[in-house]
Antibody, heavy 123, light 108 residues
Framework: QITLKESGPTLVKPTQTFTLTCTFS??????????VGWIRQPPGKALEWLAV???????RYSPSLKSKLTLTKDTSKNQVVLKLTNVDPVDTATYYC???????????????WGQGAMVAVSS | EIVLTQSPGTLSLSPGERATLSCRAS???????LAWYQQKSGQAPRLLIY???NRATGIPDRFSGSGSGTDFTLTISSLEPEDFAVYFC?????????FGPGTKVDVK
């Protein structure tokens, strides 16, 4: 069974940095074609893709958020960490991690999602 | 960056009716790289369709996807009570992997 779970702070002050950890099981981030991505959703709004890191250490970031985001992975712990710097209230959202498989047949769809972690940015 | 537009914003239907949701891309897409997700209230999104027309594991056959180029469609042949939700399309060919704004299917 494949699972992913997000963990991290629930409340962060503006201008601070926060990190979210995605801990997964049932697959390996050393398998060719496999990645873990992050997607967020402000309350009542649409999904926004943030970033993805792949088995070969390739990283992709949303152009609008590239300067604020950093991804790292620890394959021994089956974890991917998202760091977001200089946060603002507009960064208030539920943050999801999801498996991203570039190989056939799903060819890049996010096929398995975590339950999400709500982070509020407020003073 | 590819921009995805979904219509309508809200679709009000009754159980048993057919739902047709549209997703339009700002530039040509390979149909291999268009996905649809379902999100029920308070839950994480779930992959429904990948490659424009392929159902993900465990997805009932009342869900179908079609389309090519810039125009894609998700069809629910006969709405079940559990199908009332928000549906997002997404392109996953090359980053940035943008999502559409979503279509809410609610009970008429």
């Amino acid at each position: 069974q494949i699972t992913l779970k997000e963990s991290g702070p629930t409340l962060v002050k503006p201008t601070q940095t926060f990190t979210l950890t995605c801990t997964f099981s049932g697959f390996s981030l050393t398998t060719p074609g496999v990645g873990v991505g992050w997607i967020r959703q402000p309350p009542g709004k649409a999904l926004e893709w943030l970033a993805v890191i792949y088995w070969n250490d390739d990283e992709r970031y949303s152009p609008s958020l590239k300067s604020k985001l950093t991804l790292t992975k620890d394959t021994s712990k089956n974890q991917v960490v998202l760091k977001l710097t200089n946060v603002d209230p507009v960064d208030t959202a539920t943050y999801y991690c999801a498996r991203h498989v570039t190989a056939a047949p799903v060819l890049g769809a996010f096929d398995i999602w975590g339950q999400g972690a709500m982070v509020a940015v407020s003073s | 960056e590819i921009v995805l537009t979904q219509s309508p914003g809200t679709l009000s239907l009754s159980p048993g009716e057919r739902a047709t949701l549209s997703c339009r891309a700002s530039q040509m897409l390979s149909s291999s790289y268009l996905a649809w997700y379902q999100q029920k209230s308070g839950q994480a999104p779930r992959l429904l369709i990948y490659g424009a027309s392929n159902r993900a594991t465990g997805i009932p056959d009342r869900f179908s996807g079609s389309g090519s180029g810039t125009d894609f469609t998700l069809t629910i042949s006969s709405l079940e009570p559990e199908d009332f939700a928000v549906y997002f399309c997404q392109h996953n060919g090359a980053s940035p992997f943008t999502f559409g704004p979503g279509t809410k299917v609610d009970v008429k």
